[in-house]
């Protein structure tokens, strides 16, 4: 490598430093209707081969520009880069019926051995007769199987004005093509439409398991840096909020990660 060479490399390699396992922020906006998604990945540092255990967190949040209520948010798809994989070999899954309806306890409490996730989450309470105002509360992940395909369960409790929870139901996909091989895709429950708008979610997915005798990961990846490089770029993830009325925002995040190994 020439002289030049290194010392563009060392120039690129302190660049990639200063912004090392931070994803941006991505803010998408149609009309007055405005989404800011925001995603983290760790550990900082994985394989430059194979893969190791991760936690990957997606923030999202919907909101107008004018103050008015945002639309009904009908679908969320959530699309993980390729080099990230599910494994849910060995792990328990939760029936629908341990945890809905139920709180946030409840649900933890029948179905603790299948958690992969959790977060919280924010909405509009959109009651007939009386002014919209905001509550929020906890999200749990749960693995699970929708006949032989695996989904994930992503219990919603909120304990004002009243007790409420609902499920959101993940499908899994494995893209075949593309920067992102894994997506997660939902419809929002129709039984949400009388009670409020979602107008935040915000799900971290992590969880190690043993199966067999071996240790295992819900979540895994890796970093393949080019030759030289201790960092490479990582396009995270891609996320697609669609709203009643035919509106949808698209985002991507993109950070960086640190190869270790040859």
Same mark, same amino acid.
């Given at each position: 490598?020439?002289?030049?060479?290194?010392?563009?490399?060392?120039?690129?390699?302190?660049?990639?430093?200063?912004?090392?396992?931070?994803?941006?922020? &991505?803010?998408?906006?149609?009309?007055?209707?405005?989404?800011?998604?925001?995603?983290?990945?760790?550990?900082?540092?994985?394989?430059?081969?194979?893969?190791?255990?991760?936690?990957?967190?997606?923030?999202?949040?919907?909101?107008?520009?004018?103050?008015?209520?945002?639309?009904?948010?009908?679908?969320?798809?959530? &699309?993980?880069?390729?080099?990230?994989?599910?494994?849910?070999?060995?792990?328990?899954?939760?029936?629908?019926?341990?945890?809905?309806?139920?709180?946030?306890?409840?649900?933890?409490?029948?179905?603790?051995?299948?958690?992969?996730?959790?977060?919280?989450?924010?909405?509009?309470?959109?009651?007939?007769?009386?002014?919209?105002?905001?509550?929020?509360?906890?999200?749990?992940?749960?693995?699970?199987?929708?006949?032989?395909?695996?989904?994930?369960?992503?219990?919603?409790?909120?304990?004002?004005?009243?007790?409420?929870?609902?499920?959101?139901?993940?499908?899994?996909?494995?893209?075949?093509?593309?920067?992102?091989?894994?997506?997660?895709?939902?419809?929002?429950?129709?039984?949400?439409?009388?009670?409020?708008?979602?107008?935040?979610?915000?799900?971290?997915?992590?969880?190690?398991?043993?199966?067999?005798?071996?240790?295992?990961?819900?979540?895994?990846?890796?970093?393949?840096?080019?030759?030289?490089?201790?960092?490479?770029?990582?396009?995270?993830?891609?996320?697609?909020?669609?709203?009643?009325?035919?509106?949808?925002?698209?985002?991507?995040?993109?950070?960086?990660?640190?190869?270790?190994?040859?």
């Amino acid at each position: 490598m020439s002289a030049r060479a290194r010392l563009l490399a060392a120039a690129l390699s302190a660049a990639l430093v200063a912004t090392a396992g931070l994803a941006q922020a &991505e803010i998408a906006q149609k009309g007055n209707l405005r989404v800011s998604v925001e995603g983290k990945l760790s550990p900082k540092k994985l394989p430059r081969r194979g893969a190791a255990p991760i936690a990957v967190s997606v923030n999202g949040r919907v909101s107008t520009t004018d103050g008015a209520l945002p639309p009904q948010l009908k679908r969320l798809r959530i &699309e993980l880069n390729r080099r990230g994989k599910i494994d849910t070999n060995g792990l328990p899954t939760c029936k629908y019926s341990k945890i809905q309806p139920g709180s946030s306890s409840r649900a933890r409490r029948q179905c603790r051995s299948a958690l992969v996730g959790k977060g919280s989450f924010t909405a509009n309470i959109t009651l007939a007769g009386q002014e919209p105002y905001p509550t929020r509360g906890k999200l749990l992940v749960f693995n699970s199987k929708q006949g032989r395909k695996p989904v994930l369960f992503g219990h919603i409790y909120s304990a004002k004005p009243f007790a409420t929870s609902f499920v959101i139901v993940f499908k899994i996909q494995r893209l075949r093509k593309g920067t992102y091989g894994i997506a997660l895709n939902a419809p929002v429950p129709k039984a949400m439409d009388a009670w409020g708008r979602l107008t935040g979610l915000n799900m971290t997915l992590s969880r190690r398991f043993r199966h067999k005798g071996r240790r295992r990961s819900f979540i895994s990846s890796g970093c393949r840096a080019p030759r030289g490089f201790t960092l490479a770029s990582f396009p995270l993830a891609r996320t697609s909020f669609a709203f009643s009325g035919g509106k949808k925002l698209t985002s991507t995040l993109s950070g960086t990660c640190k190869a270790r190994g040859r």
